[in-house]
């Protein structure tokens, strides 16, 4: 049996498969997230391993009704949550609140980052203030006492791995949402983090995602009940998706659709494309990268729609969009509630809804919620395909790929067929279980390990409505943001924007 760990923004979620890749066991805790001031997005990382303890008992106590013994579990893999900044003294205590991936303070750090030389040919990236070491410009430049006791730099599931074995590891698709790391290379650029005053001594050692980093110490394994198997080095959480669906090969491509989305492409070779803000990365196999776009909410859209208009949840919300259907001339929506990655790099972007009327429902709210996010995941297809690498048909997975009429919906937007695999909705976990199993057995192969989970459905995009998106309402859409982008400033930066 195989653990796999998976920090995420909402929840921590722990699942164990069996050597055949079968999931026998699942279990999630919840997290939260403080946002103290505008564009601010923190967690406490002592949250992080009190829901991962209970994820995992859970998950065990699970596989023990299931008559399946803790001690089974041969390996544990990680994933998490990227770009967070998780600042250690040397006594390894925490010294704030870690800097999470949809923190927006540092758009100033950002422009500072780009002036180093070279900085796009290392990074494969834009800086943007989600990634994190500008996280660490902005704390040395606001709070150079905390900055000046930085022992470590740790990504967020990587302290999960210290409090579990005792070693600082990361691994290769993680540590290249940095911005620190020589993306091509593999390596951590000299360069970059001096830029951001640390070298690598503040830094973990990097591994490939299917290497062991180390054992569970006793204290833990005791305390689960389980032996002190190998710990896997993982993957960051898109990259570990794609693994537990088998998106792991030249060509193949995935949508996840969770707090945020993502468009993610494998690539045999170091691609990049930072003019149009989509992320190069390393995957989490040896030799294998992969570039993506990213929205910053998707899923997370429906949460504040469903707030907004007084859905009990999510699925009702979904229920009623699909009853009313959507109309032509419906609202739009921007889905930037907290700014921007692919392709616009926009912090302080903000989301809004155009073109109300008086005969506007709240069921017309939510078709142009989900509309809005399928426009936003299309800008972000069309720039990864720009830079040539072109997917006949994509994965789709995560907590939005439940609903068959958002999922559809998203097929006719993006003009390609979306396919949903069994797994799909266990997500990252599933990848880092896979992991798991390729560090505990290093004989296993690739094409055993992480196979395509077999298919559940397929949505076909309708042609006519395929042409309808691109041609009418996705212009629309881009003229929205240009035109509102200069007001998400000025109000950003305080201007007084009232009539003269």
Not at 40 to 60: C, I, K, M, Y
Request: overall charge negative; some cysteine; aromatic content about 6%.
């Amino acid at each position: 049996m195989f653990l796999g760990i998976d920090l995420g923004t909402s929840s921590v979620k722990a699942v164990l498969i069996d050597e055949e890749g079968d999931v026998r066991a699942t279990a999630s805790s919840p997290l939260d997230v403080s946002h103290p001031r505008p564009r601010w997005s923190e967690q406490d990382p002592a949250s992080w391993w009190a829901a991962t303890e209970a994820a995992v008992g859970e998950a065990l106590r699970a596989a023990e009704r299931a008559g399946i013994g803790r001690r089974r579990v041969s390996g544990i893999g990680l994933s998490g949550q990227m770009h967070g900044a998780t600042l250690l003294d040397s006594a390894d205590r925490v010294l704030r609140p870690a800097i999470l991936w949809n923190d927006g303070r540092s758009d100033i750090e950002c422009a500072e980052l780009e002036r180093v030389p070279h900085f796009r040919d290392i990074t494969g990236n834009l800086a943007m203030p989600g990634f994190t070491a500008p996280k660490l410009a902005w704390v040395r430049k606001h709070e150079s006492g905390v900055f000046d006791r930085v022992a470590k730099v740790l990504l967020p599931k990587d302290y999960l791995r210290l409090l579990m074995t005792g070693d600082y590891v990361t691994d290769a698709s993680d540590a290249a949402g940095t911005l620190w790391l020589d993306v091509a290379r593999r390596q951590w650029s000299d360069e970059m983090l001096a830029a951001t005053g640390l070298t690598r001594a503040n830094m973990p050692e990097v591994r490939e995602g299917s290497q062991a980093s180390g054992r569970l110490r006793r204290d833990v394994a005791e305390r689960w009940g389980i032996d002190a198997v190998p710990v896997a080095a993982g993957g960051g959480d898109n990259a570990a998706g794609a693994v537990g669906v088998g998106i792991v090969r030249h060509g193949q491509a995935m949508l996840s659709l969770g707090t945020s989305g993502v468009y993610f492409a494998v690539s045999d070779g170091f691609r990049s494309r930072p003019e149009q803000a989509v992320h190069s990365f390393c995957h989490a196999l040896p030799d294998t990268w992969h570039l993506m776009s990213v929205m910053l909410n998707a899923a997370s859209c429906l949460d504040f729609t469903a707030r907004l208009t007084g859905y009990a949840d999510v699925p009702s919300l979904l229920a009623d969009g699909e009853s009313a259907g959507l109309r032509e001339d419906g609202p739009m929506f921007l889905p930037y509630l907290t700014g921007e990655r692919t392709p616009h790099n926009d912090a302080h972007a903000r989301g809004s809804f155009t073109g109300l009327g008086p005969d506007t429902e709240r069921t017309d709210l939510v078709n142009a919620t989900l509309e809005g996010v399928g426009l936003g995941l299309l800008d972000g297809l069309l720039a990864v395909e720009s830079t040539g690498l072109v997917a006949d048909e994509i994965t789709v997975i995560g907590g939005g790929s439940r609903s068959a009429y958002w999922t559809q919906m998203l097929a006719d937007i993006l003009g390609k067929p979306l396919v949903l695999r069994r797994g799909g909705e266990v997500g990252p976990a599933l990848g880092a279980a896979r992991l798991a199993h390729l560090a505990a057995e290093p004989g296993a192969t690739l094409d055993q390990v992480c196979p395509m989970p077999g298919r559940l459905a397929v949505r076909e995009p309708d042609a006519a409505r395929h042409a309808y998106f691109r041609e009418t309402r996705h212009p629309l859409f881009r003229r929205l943001y240009k035109q509102l982008k200069p007001i998400f400033s000025d109000v950003a930066n305080g201007a007084d924007i009232r009539p003269s």
